[in-house]
């Protein structure tokens, strides 16, 4: 297999979908001409709002959908150029349970490999399945499996023919925190052996913990696509909570935003590059204030996506996009929208 050119595993330029419209509808612009360029060994997620244009994406890497325009590369060969060699680069992992319930795992991973042309001496059926737990199901019927099972079933199907790039649509969507676990234990280990992984979640938390970079999707638009922790920079703040002892009333600490929460508690948001919590701290007790308790909290994943999406104000966006969206609906976590 032919090496990613220039260390990308995934390149896109250009890239525009416009599907007609419906029933006097006007035509939609799923992607807006976006340029991503994914690096080879990473393990990269692609975030956004539901109908940013993530699944769009995705379609068109696994040959689903046709581009309108633009050019797209997957492991070096272009997908219009070598759409062989590029479909072979990639393996997808899709949102949806598109399982055969009348084929059995191993039925299902030999037709898989089957339709890649890999030769018998080459297939690895037995232990992808064992990989990924499935081993003692590897002869039953594929109704009779779980949804859990059902979702590690599609990964050893998109592993098949070895690919170089292992694309995960909301893997994790519906399954328990155990298989979740699991999952991603899995997942990391495929990344050290050199498979490159796109992830594509709404459980913000995942995202943050496993990637290394992080693009963000939204009404077409990439808004965003940094190193996670370069990502996680954008917002330089940080919460400072404090019990008071004898339930004190906050103080008033001029420049700092302090709120009071129900419990008590008052919170005050500051700029590490400002001041530090020591210097906050002893403002507080210079006020008469004595501590009970005090603990920190700073920016995460959740507060980027929401400022790059939900609570962008009219007009285009500073880092590429257009704004207009009214607040989201969270996930059972409480991180992400709902998918």
Request: glycine share 10%.
């Amino acid at each position: 297999m032919q090496k990613a050119v220039k260390g990308h595993a995934i390149e896109a330029r250009g890239l525009s979908k416009i599907y007609r419209g419906g029933r006097g509808q006007p035509p939609q612009e799923a992607l807006k001409g976006i340029d991503l360029v994914i690096p080879q060994g990473s393990i990269f997620g692609l975030l956004g709002p539901n109908g940013a244009g993530k699944s769009t994406f995705i379609n068109i890497l696994a040959d689903l959908v046709n581009k309108t325009a633009g050019e797209v590369s997957i492991w070096g060969f272009d997908i219009d150029k070598h759409p062989r060699q590029s479909r072979a680069s990639i393996g997808v992992v899709p949102q949806e349970l598109n399982i055969d319930p009348f084929f059995t795992p191993a039925e299902a991973m030999e037709l898989q490999a089957g339709l890649y042309g890999v030769p018998k001496s080459e297939r690895r059926t037995m232990e992808i399945l064992t990989a990924l737990g499935l081993e003692d199901k590897a002869d039953a019927y594929a109704r009779t499996l779980s949804g859990g099972m059902r979702r590690r079933l599609l990964v050893a199907k998109a592993l098949v023919h070895n690919p170089p790039v292992l694309v995960l649509d909301e893997p994790t969507a519906g399954v328990d925190i155990e298989l979740r676990k699991q999952l991603w234990k899995y997942v990391r280990e495929l990344n050290e052996r050199g498979v490159t992984i796109v992830l594509t979640t709404h459980y913000l938390e995942e995202a943050e913990e496993l990637c290394d970079t992080i693009a963000i999707i939204d009404q077409g638009d990439v808004v965003a696509c940094k190193p996670k922790d370069t990502l996680l920079r954008m917002i330089e703040q940080k919460q400072l909570v404090v019990r008071p002892a004898n339930g004190a009333p906050a103080p008033d600490l001029d420049d700092f935003k302090v709120e009071t929460r129900a419990d008590g508690c008052f919170v005050v948001t500051y700029s590490p590059e400002d001041v530090t919590a020591g210097e906050i701290i002893a403002r507080i007790q210079a006020a008469g204030i004595g501590i009970d308790d005090i603990t920190t909290q700073q920016s995460d994943l959740e507060d980027v996506f929401l400022q790059l999406t939900y609570y962008r104000e009219d007009g285009p966006n500073p880092n590429g996009g257009q704004a207009g969206r009214a607040g989201p609906a969270l996930a059972p976590s409480g991180r992400g929208p709902q998918a």
